[in-house]
DNA sequence: AGCCAGGCTACCG
DNA sequence: CGGTAGCATGGC
């Protein structure tokens, strides 16, 4: 088998274990996995971004807390945070830990969506925000923009690394570029493919966080078994 | 008690 | 360029 029809087939057994994630909770249009919605508000594209920033090396239960927090003081949006005090959005974002750097982060990407006027932003701009990396901007643009940008992390790292598709010196764009290209191979369809990228990266997560979240990684995985190289 | 979490920036050589 | 300390809280 060669190594893309691997990735593909590891897409469908990890979806046929999991079933669709539907990533990105929508807080206040109670999103439905597996229900998509391509056509985003300005708002909900908000909260993506807003919870990218808040689940930086975070686990997610957190950033949810954080959300609520932030629901209660009736500040979800870009221009409802800006009018909360410092302090205010800090003490709702504290359980994701990073406050200060987080609390900026939000700050600076709601002016920069500000300067959007409605506008999809480039990777390279998204890229030029404090607080926004390559993770981060690809994230926004996949699961916000519905862009075909697929996410890598440290688990799908941790995941390709251990299964011997990539070596440990692997840049983020190699294995960005792994996953779209092999996936591609396969689904043509250009709306079909975001939407496996959106699922492929939150089942990697899903299914880590019970194989490749402690040493040694990969215990009882059936990707490992069945799709090493 | 110690390690990890759905990273990123700043600064080092 | 590549490598790494610092950021902070919460869960197990």
Known sequence: MSKELKIYEMYKLLYEMYGPQGWWPFIKSGYDKGNYKF?????????????????QNTTFKSVVKSLQNLQEL?????????????????????????FNQKSRY??????????????????????????????????ILLYGYNQGEFEIDAYT??????????????????????????????????????KVYQ???ALIVNHSKEFYSKKPYGVGCMLKERFSC
Do not use: C, W
């Open 157 to 194: 790292k941790r995941v390709l690394l251990e299964l011997g598709f990539i070596d440990e010196k692997a840049k983020y764009r190699d294995m960005k570029e792994l996953m779209q290209n092999s996936i591609k191979e396969f689904v043509k369809d250009e709306e079909e493919l975001v």
């Open 106 to 139: 939000i700050l600076e990407y709601i002016s920069f969506g500000e300067s959007l006027d409605g506008r999809v932003p480039s990777r390279d701009e998204l890229l030029s925000v404090l607080g926004i990396g390559q993770e981060s901007a690809d994230s």
């Open 74 to 98: 009736d500040a979800l949006t870009a221009s409802s945070i800006k009018k909360l005090d410092l302090d205010i959005l800090k003490l709702a974002i504290k359980p994701s830990g990073y």
């Open 39 to 55: 056509d985003k508000t300005s708002d909900e594209i908000f909260e993506v971004a807003l919870g990218t920033i808040l689940t």
């Open 199 to 201: 699922e492929y990266h």
